[in-house]
């Protein structure tokens, strides 16, 4: 298990950029599998981006691919998701997610159980 705290949203106007951090606690992080989910109002909760415990892989949601970049930096133990073009839309809280990595391409909420509180993203128009 390991416990995950995310930090970095705010408020932003449409086009703008937010960098969102999580910040994850036990030794093996390197095993992880992490992701960022994000729910907007009213919304069920939603995949955005993965990367693989190395670092090597990543997939994104067709909704953010080109706009927004995962990353992470295991000997600091965290994952950033860069937001860049950001639009009214990408409001939403959004959560980091972590689950140890067999090698499969994990996108479905339920295939994590490792979760932080939330942070929000508002981006205004």
């Known amino acids: 298990q390991v416990q995950l705290v995310e930090s970095g949203g705010g408020l932003v106007q449409a086009g703008g950029s937010l960098r969102l951090s999580c910040a994850a606690s036990?030794?093996?992080?390197?095993?992880?599998?992490m992701a960022w989910f994000r729910q907007g109002p009213g919304q069920e909760r939603e995949f955005v981006a993965r990367?693989?415990?190395?670092?090597?892989?990543?997939y994104y949601a067709d909704s953010v691919k080109g706009r927004f970049t995962i990353s992470r930096d295991n000997t600091k133990k965290t994952v950033s998701l860069q937001m860049n073009s950001l639009k009214p839309e990408d409001t939403a809280v959004y959560f980091c997610?972590?689950?140890?990595?067999?090698?499969?391409?994990?996108?479905?909420?339920?295939?994590?159980?490792?979760w932080g509180q939330g942070t929000q993203v508002t981006v205004s128009s």
């Open positions: 997610a972590g689950r140890i990595d067999y090698g499969f391409g994990y996108v479905a909420q339920s295939e994590y159980n490792n």
């Open positions: 036990g030794r093996t992080f390197g095993i992880y599998a």
């Open positions: 990367i693989s415990g190395s670092g090597r892989t990543t």
